[in-house]
């Protein structure tokens, strides 16, 4: 083999480990640390969003690699640029917010929609990087896999969150919030 073959190899083999990471990261993981915090605990959110921000690191350092010697021109390469600043803000948010909670309620919504609008982000990026990958072939069936699993993603995630919201209001109609707050109090979650 050439070693032009071992390098055109080499990226297409980074360029599938790219995107398998990123949508792990964006389509799954990222969510998943979401309900967390609303189903289990702070603790296990924390844990789940240094795991997600782990591989969300490998794969952008992936992506760095196949655009290595290219510059920042795909709508696909400046979006995911974007997310992953983004992605470092929400952790200071995050941050911010769980440590300060009682305090800082704006901050807590805003990490929140911010979360949510940057997944959304990503996600439609993933779209843009599979188009990308794929570009130059008559194949659509990876794009069509992608937004089923990630569509029954976020059916599963907004389901899960509408529960959690019915949920709190009934027992807040229930028991007047003093059993919430004591709930929320002790998981040491603004969300409980």
């Known amino acids: 083999?050439?070693?032009?073959?071992?390098?055109?190899?080499?990226?297409?083999?980074?360029?599938?480990?790219?995107?398998?990471?990123?949508?792990?990261?964006?389509?799954?993981?990222?969510?998943?640390?979401?309900?967390?915090?609303?189903?289990?605990?702070?603790?296990?959110?924390?844990?789940?969003?240094?795991?997600?921000?782990?591989?969300?690191?490998?794969?952008?350092?992936?992506?760095?690699?196949?655009?290595?010697?290219?510059?920042l021109s795909s709508p696909h390469q400046i979006i995911g640029l974007v997310v992953f600043i983004c992605i470092w803000m929400q952790a200071l948010f995050g941050i911010t917010h769980h440590l300060h909670y009682k305090h800082l309620r704006l901050l807590g919504v805003s990490h929140r929609y911010f979360g949510r609008a940057v997944i959304l982000l990503a996600i439609a990026n993933g779209h843009l990087g599979i188009q990308l990958a794929l570009q130059g072939l008559d194949v659509a069936w990876p794009v069509a896999v992608y937004w089923a699993v990630a569509g029954v993603m976020l059916i599963l995630?907004?389901?899960?969150?509408?529960?959690?919201?019915?949920?709190?209001?009934?027992?807040?109609?229930?028991?007047?919030?003093?059993?919430?707050?004591?709930?929320?109090d002790k998981r040491g979650s603004p969300y409980a």
């Open 157 to 184: 995630y907004a389901g899960l969150f509408i529960y959690a919201h019915v949920r709190d209001r009934k027992g807040k109609a229930l028991d007047g919030d003093n059993e919430n707050a004591r709930a929320r």
């Open 1 to 71: 083999m050439s070693s032009g073959g071992a390098d055109a190899s080499l990226v297409t083999n980074s360029t599938i480990a790219h995107g398998a990471l990123m949508a792990t990261s964006f389509v799954f993981l990222f969510p998943i640390g979401a309900i967390f915090v609303r189903f289990w605990s702070l603790r296990a959110h924390y844990l789940m969003q240094v795991i997600n921000i782990s591989v969300l690191v490998a794969g952008f350092g992936l992506g760095v690699f196949i655009s290595k010697g290219a510059q």
